[in-house]
């Protein structure tokens, strides 16, 4: 009797039992979908990356002016990593996007390898581009925010400003990113 003339329980029957032991096995066109499965569970065990891994806190450290010119500005921010884990972490890629005053200032990222110690942390410098419009629209957007806040230019407290960085770090040899957001307060140079 060929398999194709079998009645519909012995083909069950073929595909999901032992011969020998009458054991139940999966069907062969489960067998791929298992093994990815699989290989993904052994990929990320092998990372040494915890399930329970909480993402760095990002913020943003320092913002330093390193040219202006009339259609684009170059700006180095410093970002201060923390690594809230009982353990260390291997950093190998961030990426974010940083909103001043409720609007998108600039976007950068880093493939710098860095060793974030257990419960300690680690600054990061990157460089960043923006365009003349975006400091005009930015310049705007500033003022705004402080006619409705009702503070002056004079220096001081002033040059505050509000600030929300969103991203996602790479973790040693864990294949997808973990995202972060803070949200904090920053002193701005001057453009003079």
Known sequence: MNRQNAPAAFQRSIST?????????????????????LLLVSATACTGIKRDTLPPEVSLSKVTLLSAGLFEQRWQLTLRTYNPNSYPLSMR???????????EMARGLSNDKVTLPANGEALVSTEV??????????????QR??????KRESG?????????????????SMP????????????LPSLR
Not at 129 to 142: D, E, G, N, Y
Not at 145 to 150: I, N, T
């Open 93 to 103: 890629g961030l990426k974010y996007q940083l909103f001043v005053a409720g609007n």
């Open 176 to 187: 997808l990113p973990l995202s972060f957001s803070h949200e904090g307060t920053t002193t």
């Open 17 to 37: 039992q032992s011969p020998v032991t009458g054991a139940s096995f999966l069907p062969i066109r489960l067998l791929p979908i298992m093994s990815l499965l």
């Open 156 to 172: 001081g407290e002033d040059n505050l400003v509000e600030y929300r960085i969103d991203g996602s770090v790479v973790l040693g």
């Open 129 to 142: 581009t923006t365009s003349l419009m975006q400091i005009m629209s930015q310049m705007q957007a500033l």
């Open 145 to 150: 925010a402080r006619e409705k806040d009702g």
